[in-house]
């Protein structure tokens, strides 16, 4: 997160506790996995910090009244078009890797999987 969005992770756990709207899900693996919304909520809660000198009180305040991006997710999919997963550990930023998975492919694995779990396990002669 550093390297993409110039946040230290401290900061980004800080915001994460005084933002509603910043609220990444957590992967199986216990990655965070941000959404190209939460990317975007990230930036402008920088904006707001960084560059107009806002406090948290205030930056939630404008927040607010901002109200969701026009990429919001539906709260129904819970998939965003690209998400970043980042490793809940790291200092640096280094072991963010940028996903750039559609709803669309999302679900034709999801059918693909589905398919599969229904065929019952395969076994394959040798030889």
Not at 29 to 51: M, P, V
Not at 68 to 94: C, I, Q, T, Y
């Amino acid at each position: 997160m550093v390297r993409l969005l110039g946040v230290e992770p401290y900061a980004l756990r800080y915001w994460e506790e005084e933002f509603p709207t910043l609220s990444p899900r957590k992967g199986p693996s216990g990655h965070k996995i941000y959404t190209e919304q939460d990317l975007a909520t990230i930036r402008r809660i920088k904006e707001l910090l960084y560059d107009q000198r806002f406090t948290i009180p205030g930056a939630r305040q404008r927040l607010a009244e901002e109200g969701p991006g026009p990429n919001a997710e539906s709260p129904a999919s819970g998939v965003g078009d690209r998400v970043l997963v980042f490793a809940a550990g790291d200092k640096g930023g280094g072991a963010a890797i940028h996903l750039d998975a559609t709803l669309d492919t999302a679900r034709r694995i999801e059918q693909t999987l589905d398919l599969l779990a229904a065929d019952g396990p395969r076994t394959e002669e040798c030889g």
